[in-house]
């Protein structure tokens, strides 16, 4: 899950972004299909709008509520027919996915109409990487395995039209090779090692890498004061991009 800078989960039914998403939802449309759902808190919203909700997650939500039909399934290989809902969203999912085109295609196939997605944008995925105390390999942040621009997304979504573009929140959250190797060499102690995605090589969940030592102070010192430097000369880039696509036929299988 990413946190926007305030602190504030940027899936909080409160966040100014979840507002502006809801209001991309096309009004005369009965059935939505929501890829991953998690606790529910989009759902509630989406039940107030759809006829029919259908809420997925790779484990089958525990929550309960009335009208939501409640899936396990993974994206990459949907079990629904084609355009099998009026709409299909998907929110803060394919930068988690390892075969993005695969989950891109799958939306596409059982969306009937529309599709709205939400990815971070242009994310620097070397800020806040762990090192994973098992394997030892480095993990991007909360297991984000892709980067997403507006090209990137509209290469996902062949023959669907991009009807409307949001670029949400601003941020300078970006580092740079020196930065990023020195923060690897002091075993990246900086990531949030409390984050719910496990290693995306091993599996196991992040522990808390403990007190930083002598020389990890210091590689993370150096690391951070090329960062401040490298902000003075940086502008704000959005942090978000949301996008509503539209199937060129809609009521056929692409």
């Known amino acids: 899950m990413t946190t926007h800078l305030d602190g504030q989960s ?14 991309a939802l096309p009004k005369d449309r009965q059935t939505i299909l929501e890829i991953g759902a998690r606790h529910g808190s989009i759902t509630r919203l989406l039940r107030e709008r759809f006829a029919s909700v259908t809420a997925l997650d790779l484990e089958k939500p525990s929550w309960q509520l009335d009208g939501v039909n409640l899936v396990q399934g993974d994206v990459q290989k949907l079990e629904f027919a084609d355009n099998s809902f009026d709409c299909v969203m998907c929110t803060e999912v394919l930068e988690h996915v390892p075969d993005v085109v695969s989950a891109a295609r799958e939306i596409q196939r059982v969306a009937r109409h529309e599709m709205i997605i939400s990815v971070p944008y242009r994310q620097d995925t070397r800020v806040g990487r762990l090192t994973c105390s098992n394997c030892g390999k480095i993990n991007p942040p909360y297991g984000h395995l892709n980067r997403f621009s507006e090209q990137t997304l509209r290469d996902l979504f062949p023959g669907s039209k991009l009807v409307e573009v949001e670029l949400i929140g601003q941020s ?83």
Do not use: M
């Not at 899936?11 to 209001?23: A, F, T, V």
């Not at 959250?173 to 923060?183: D, G, V």
């Not at 075993?187 to 007190?211: H, I, L, S, T």
């Not at 880039?237 to 060129?248: E, S, T």
């Open 172 to 254: 300078k959250e970006r580092t740079n090779a020196l930065s990023s190797w020195l923060q690897d060499c002091a075993g990246n102690p900086y990531g949030d090692y409390n984050q719910e995605e496990p290693c995306v090589a091993c599996g196991v969940k992040f522990k808390d890498p403990g007190p930083l030592s002598f020389s990890q102070r210091l590689l993370t010192a150096g690391a951070l004061t090329l960062v401040k430097v490298q902000d003075l000369f940086l502008s704000p880039q959005p942090i978000w991009i949301q996008c509503l696509f539209r199937k060129a036929s809609s009521g056929s299988a692409l």
């Open 10 to 23: 940027s899936l909080d039914p409160g966040h100014p972004r979840i507002q502006i998403l809801l209001g």
